[in-house]
């Protein structure tokens, strides 16, 4: 099989040359860029793989755009630096974690410096081809030993290219979703997606008709949380929020668990679905997923699981939705054909969808489903969105536990997107007072109730934001 190169050449052949000149008079450039460092502390454990995280730090990122007529806007842009999922490796976390930011401080520069113009979505692609992977090149040959992965560089970008589609939609005082079609972009998806089946179709044309201002709303249930009292170690926090599963479920009314999984111990991996779900289906839990962390080599660990699950619990094999990304992350240097599981269960690609030519390659390993994140680039996403959807794939909208700002393109992406089952958010698990100021203006969307996540009062220019930016 051919190796995927995500600096392939942007636009094929003659069929999307006229895509090249083409402009609007709602172009914009980017033409000052901000970055600034948040740094929160968890208020529990939470495992990722082999390592387990106490605090994070998030990347905020404010633009200024301006586009033919000289009228200018600002824009907001948000996400965890989350090293431990975007870069498992050898060196230290802190080291990895200076490295990131000191990345995300040479994309503001490079964005303003790059004379790219064009709708939101161009300018990201653009710059993503043209500037973004050789600084990563650059940077990785400079730093020398464990490079940077093509992941963190995308995660770097994404609070940038946030920033970008949120400042467009703040120009013309419109949703920023308003203008993914024909009207705004200067290219169809067929110049983006090298394929003629998708000219003269846009982002707009893929999403779901009726956007929903409420979403089912997953539950993280970490490696390392404490399911029952016999978990409890006596180094737990003593704040007003739950420690014990029963007790965020009954809180929350949680319908949709999922289930960290070690991957390389099925007898824990086995015990602990099992443990999951005797305690929450009895409380009206009615989905659980099994996340098995990017560490599993072979598809018939995942099976021997299932199948046992099917065997001895066929109610908790019935309400097991989908398996996500229970094998390594690069895609390429692991072509494990998957079919044996997705014959079982959807099998949903995460940490290896980067972009759409990952989602195509794991499609034909045999992965069924694809899981979005914002942190990969709003316009990542759109275009792995659009791709899946053209091609039967189910999608999911999974979180990196994005608090404060991070939490409102996320949400709005999962609203848009179509899911087979809502949303996974669990910031307000890990660390809900980082957000309490964007809290006091959506209040439905950074607490759980019923099983839900309220999208009611979100804003309808640029991201959505509101006043919570004022607030921020």
Same mark, same amino acid.
Not at 345 to 369: I, Q, T, Y
Not at 436 to 451: I, T
């Given at each position: 099989?051919?190796?995927?190169?995500?600096?392939?050449?942007?636009?094929?052949?003659?069929?999307?040359?006229?895509?090249?000149?083409?402009?609007?008079?709602?172009?914009?450039?980017?033409?000052?860029?901000?970055?600034?460092? /948040?740094?929160?502390?968890?208020?529990?454990?939470?495992?990722?793989?082999?390592?387990?995280?106490?605090?994070?730090?998030?990347?905020?990122?404010?633009? /200024?755009?301006?586009?033919?007529?000289?009228?200018?806007?600002?824009?907001?842009?948000?996400?965890?630096?989350?090293?431990?999922?975007?870069?498992?490796?050898?060196?230290?976390?802190?080291?990895?974690?200076?490295?990131?930011?000191?990345?995300?401080?040479?994309?503001?520069?490079?964005?303003?410096?790059?004379?790219?113009?064009?709708?939101?979505?161009?300018?990201?692609? #653009?710059?993503?081809?043209?500037?973004? =992977?050789? @600084?990563?090149?650059?940077?990785?040959?400079?730093?020398?030993?464990?490079?940077?992965?093509?992941?963190?560089? =995308?995660?770097?970008?994404?609070?940038?290219?946030?920033?970008?589609?949120?400042?467009?939609?703040?120009?013309?005082?419109?949703?920023?979703?308003?203008?993914?079609?024909? #009207?705004?972009?200067?290219?169809?998806?067929?110049?983006?997606?090298?394929?003629?089946?998708?000219?003269?179709?846009?982002? @707009?044309?893929?999403?779901?008709?009726?956007?929903?201002?409420?979403?089912?709303?997953?539950?993280?249930?970490?490696?390392?949380?404490?399911?029952?009292?016999?978990?409890?170690?006596?180094?737990?926090?003593?704040?007003?929020?739950?420690?014990? !599963?029963? #007790?965020?479920?009954?809180?929350?009314?949680?319908?949709?668990?999922?289930?960290?999984?070690?991957?390389?111990? @099925?007898?824990?991996?086995?015990?602990?679905?099992?443990?999951?779900?005797?305690?929450?289906?009895?409380?009206?839990?009615?989905?659980?997923?099994?996340?098995?962390?990017?560490?599993?080599?072979?598809?018939?660990?995942?099976?021997? /699981?299932?199948?046992?699950? =099917?065997?001895?619990?066929?109610?908790?094999?019935?309400?097991?939705?989908?398996?996500?990304?229970?094998?390594?992350?690069?895609?390429?240097?692991?072509?494990?054909?998957?079919?044996?599981?997705?014959?079982?269960?959807?099998?949903? !690609?995460?940490?290896?969808?980067?972009?759409?030519?990952?989602?195509? =390659?794991?499609?034909?390993?045999?992965?069924?489903?694809?899981?979005?994140?914002?942190?990969?680039?709003?316009?990542?996403?759109?275009?792995?969105?659009?791709?899946?959807?053209?091609?039967?794939?189910?999608?999911?909208?999974?979180?990196?536990?994005?608090? %404060?700002?991070? %939490? /409102?393109?996320?949400?709005?992406?999962?609203?848009?997107?179509?899911?087979?089952?809502?949303?996974?958010?669990?910031?307000?698990?890990?660390?809900?007072?980082?957000?309490?100021?964007?809290?006091?203006?959506?209040?439905?969307?950074?607490?759980?109730?019923?099983?839900?996540?309220?999208?009611?009062?979100?804003?309808?220019?640029? %991201?959505?934001?509101?006043?919570?930016?004022?607030?921020?």
């Amino acid at each position: 099989m051919a190796k995927i190169n995500p600096r392939s050449i942007l636009y094929p052949g003659s069929g999307h040359a006229k895509h090249l000149a083409m402009s609007k008079p709602t172009d914009i450039q980017v033409r000052e860029a901000h970055t600034s460092f /948040i740094d929160v502390k968890l208020r529990v454990p939470l495992k990722f793989g082999r390592e387990t995280v106490t605090s994070a730090t998030c990347l905020r990122v404010k633009v /200024i755009v301006e586009n033919a007529q000289g009228k200018r806007a600002e824009g907001w842009g948000e996400t965890p630096l989350s090293v431990s999922w975007v870069w498992p490796g050898k060196l230290s976390v802190e080291t990895r974690l200076e490295r990131m930011k000191a990345f995300s401080d040479q994309i503001a520069p490079m964005l303003c410096s790059s004379d790219i113009k064009g709708h939101p979505m161009e300018i990201a692609s #653009d710059f993503q081809h043209t500037h973004l =992977l050789p @600084a990563l090149e650059k940077v990785n040959a400079a730093a020398g030993g464990e490079p940077m992965p093509y992941l963190g560089g =995308l995660v770097a970008f994404s609070a940038f290219d946030i920033a970008v589609h949120d400042a467009f939609g703040r120009l013309y005082n419109v949703d920023c979703y308003q203008t993914y079609n024909a #009207d705004w972009m200067n290219r169809d998806l067929g110049a983006y997606l090298h394929d003629e089946q998708f000219a003269g179709k846009y982002p @707009a044309d893929y999403f779901t008709k009726d956007v929903p201002k409420t979403l089912p709303v997953w539950h993280l249930v970490g490696g390392v949380d404490a399911l029952e009292t016999q978990d409890l170690n006596g180094t737990e926090p003593q704040d007003e929020y739950p420690l014990l !599963l029963a #007790d965020w479920i009954v809180q929350d009314g949680l319908k949709c668990l999922k289930v960290k999984l070690r991957g390389t111990d @099925a007898a824990w991996d086995y015990e602990r679905m099992v443990r999951v779900a005797r305690i929450g289906l009895p409380l009206g839990v009615r989905w659980l997923s099994a996340d098995f962390n990017c560490t599993v080599q072979d598809p018939a660990y995942v099976n021997d /699981i299932l199948d046992k699950l =099917l065997q001895n619990e066929p109610e908790i094999y019935a309400r097991t939705l989908y398996v996500e990304q229970p094998f390594p992350y690069d895609l390429e240097a692991h072509q494990i054909d998957v079919r044996s599981v997705s014959a079982r269960k959807p099998l949903f !690609l995460d940490e290896s969808a980067h972009d759409w030519e990952f989602v195509k =390659l794991g499609r034909s390993l045999g992965w069924s489903g694809v899981a979005l994140k914002t942190c990969k680039t709003q316009t990542g996403a759109l275009l792995s969105l659009c791709w899946a959807k053209q091609h039967g794939m189910p999608l999911m909208v999974q979180d990196l536990t994005n608090p %404060m700002l991070a %939490m /409102i393109p996320h949400v709005r992406l999962a609203a848009h997107a179509g899911t087979i089952q809502g949303v996974e958010c669990n910031a307000m698990q890990f660390y809900p007072d980082a957000s309490k100021k964007e809290e006091a203006v959506h209040p439905g969307l950074y607490r759980r109730r019923d099983g839900v996540v309220d999208l009611s009062t979100l804003g309808t220019v640029g %991201m959505g934001y509101g006043a919570a930016v004022s607030q921020s």
